[in-house]
C-alpha cells in the first residue's frame, strides 16, 4: 500500500520528494530525446552509406567484368584470376551483410503497408522486438487456426444460417487481411518470406471476400457444404504444419542454419525435407481439392439458372491457388530431387 501522509509536515516533505523525483524525470526524458535525435542521424548516415556502398559495388562488377572481357583468362596470370575471384565473393557476402544491417535500419514501407498504414515507420530496432512480434506472429496463426476449425465444424455439422457463414466469410477476410500486413512488416524487418507463400494470403483474402458477398441461393448451397469440409481440412493441415514446422525451425535455428527472423508457411520449403516430408501427401491433397472446387464451380457456373458472378470468382480462385500451390511445391521436390541425384554423382 502506498504511503498516505496525514499531516501538514508530512505533505511538504512528500511534496519535496515529489518536486526532486520531477526534476530527475526530466532531465532523464531530456536525455531520451537526445540520444534519439543521435539514433536518427546515426541511422541516415548509415543508410546514406550503405546506399554510396552499393552504388561504388555496382560500379566494380561492371569494371571487373569487363576486364574479364577485355583480356580473356589466358591474358590474365593465375594471380589476378584469383584476385578477381575472391573480389566478387567478398562482394556477394557484403551484399548480405548489407541487407542484415538494414533489417535494423528503417525503410521506405512497400506499397502494400503504405496504403494500408501510411508512411509509418515500421522498422523494428532491436532483436528482442522483432523476435516478440515474429513469435506473436505464430501464435496468432495457431489460434485463429484453431477458431477457424471449430467455426467451420459449427457451420458444417451443427448450424446451417447464411448469417453464420457470412460471419464464418467476414472471419476469413479479416484473418487473411491481417496476415498480409503482419508479414509486410516482418519482411521489414528481415523475415525471408517470399515469392508465392506472400501472393497466395492475398488471392485467399479475394477468395473470401467473394465468398462473403455470394447471397443465399440454390447454388450456393449446392457449393456449401464441399466448401465448409474443405476449409475443415485445411485448418487441420494448416495446425499440422505450425506444429511440427517451429519445431524443426527452432532445431536449424540452434544448429545455425536457419535465420532467425525465417516463418512457418502453409506449404512446403527446401529445409523441411529433415523430418517434414510426411506432409507433403496431406499437402499435396490439399491442392487437388482446391483443383476440384475450382472444377465444380466451372461446372456450377455453366448452369442455365446461374446468374451470381460469384461462382466464376471463385473458380478462377481456386484454380490459381492449386497451380500457385502445387506448381511451388512440386518446385521444391524436384530441386531436392536434382540436388540428391548431383551428390549421388559426385561420390
Same mark, same amino acid.
Given at each position: ?8 509536515? &508530512?505533505?511538504?516533505?512528500?511534496? &519535496?520528494?515529489?518536486? +526532486? ?33 552499393? +552504388? ?34 567478398? /562482394? ?7 541487407? !542484415?544491417? !538494414? ?6 514501407? *512497400? ?22 512480434? +515474429?513469435? &506473436?506472429?505464430?501464435? @496468432? ?47 521489414? %524487418? *528481415? ?31 449446392? @457449393? ?36 532467425? /527472423? ?9 529445409? /523441411?525435407?529433415? *523430418? ?9 491433397? *490439399? ?19 446461374? +446468374?451470381?458472378?460469384?461462382?466464376? /470468382? ?25 540436388? %540428391? ?7
Amino acid at each position: 500500500m502506498l504511503f498516505s501522509p496525514t499531516g501538514l509536515t &508530512e505533505c511538504l516533505r512528500e511534496w &519535496e520528494d515529489l518536486e +526532486k523525483n520531477y526534476q530527475q524525470i526530466q532531465d532523464t526524458h531530456r536525455l531520451y530525446k537526445q540520444k534519439l535525435e543521435e539514433v536518427t542521424k546515426l541511422q541516415d548516415s548509415c543508410s546514406g552509406a550503405i546506399a554510396r556502398q552499393r +552504388k561504388k559495388l555496382k560500379e566494380l562488377t561492371v569494371s571487373l567484368k569487363e576486364c574479364k572481357d577485355n583480356h580473356p583468362t589466358p591474358k590474365l596470370s593465375p594471380e589476378e584470376v584469383d584476385t578477381i575471384a575472391e573480389i566478387e565473393d567478398s /562482394m556477394k557476402d557484403r551484399a548480405n551483410a548489407f541487407s !542484415e544491417m !538494414e533489417a535494423f535500419l528503417p525503410k521506405k514501407n *512497400g506499397l502494400y503497408l503504405t496504403l494500408v498504414l501510411g508512411n509509418v515507420n515500421v522498422t523494428l530496432l532491436n532483436k528482442q522486438s522483432k523476435f516478440a512480434y +515474429k513469435d &506473436e506472429y505464430e501464435k @496468432f496463426k495457431l489460434v485463429l487456426t484453431v477458431i477457424l476449425f471449430v467455426f467451420s465444424f459449427t457451420c458444417r455439422f451443427l448450424f446451417s444460417y447464411r448469417a453464420l457463414d457470412a460471419l464464418f466469410n467476414f472471419l476469413l477476410v479479416w484473418y487473411y487481411c491481417t496476415l498480409t500486413i503482419r508479414e509486410s512488416i516482418l519482411i521489414s %524487418n *528481415g523475415s525471408r518470406i517470399k515469392g508465392w507463400w506472400v501472393f497466395h494470403h492475398y488471392v485467399s483474402t479475394f477468395l473470401s471476400g467473394v465468398m462473403l458477398t455470394w447471397p443465399e441461393g440454390a447454388l450456393y448451397q449446392m @457449393f456449401r457444404n464441399q466448401f465448409l469440409t474443405y476449409c475443415l481440412y485445411q485448418s487441420f493441415v494448416q495446425f499440422l504444419q505450425y506444429y511440427y514446422q517451429s519445431g524443426c525451425l527452432y532445431r536449424l535455428r540452434a544448429l545455425g542454419e536457419r535465420h532467425n /527472423m525465417d516463418l512457418t508457411v502453409e506449404g512446403f520449403q527446401s529445409w /523441411m525435407w529433415r *523430418g517434414l516430408t510426411f506432409l507433403l501427401p496431406f499437402l499435396f491433397f *490439399g491442392h487437388f481439392w482446391q483443383l476440384y472446387n475450382s472444377i465444380t464451380l466451372f461446372k456450377m457456373f455453366q448452369l442455365p439458372e446461374c +446468374k451470381e458472378w460469384q461462382v466464376v /470468382m471463385c473458380g478462377c480462385s481456386y484454380m490459381v491457388l492449386f497451380m500457385g500451390n502445387f506448381l511451388t511445391t512440386l518446385g521444391v521436390v524436384y530441386q531436392k530431387y536434382m540436388n %540428391n541425384q548431383d551428390k549421388s554423382k559426385s561420390f
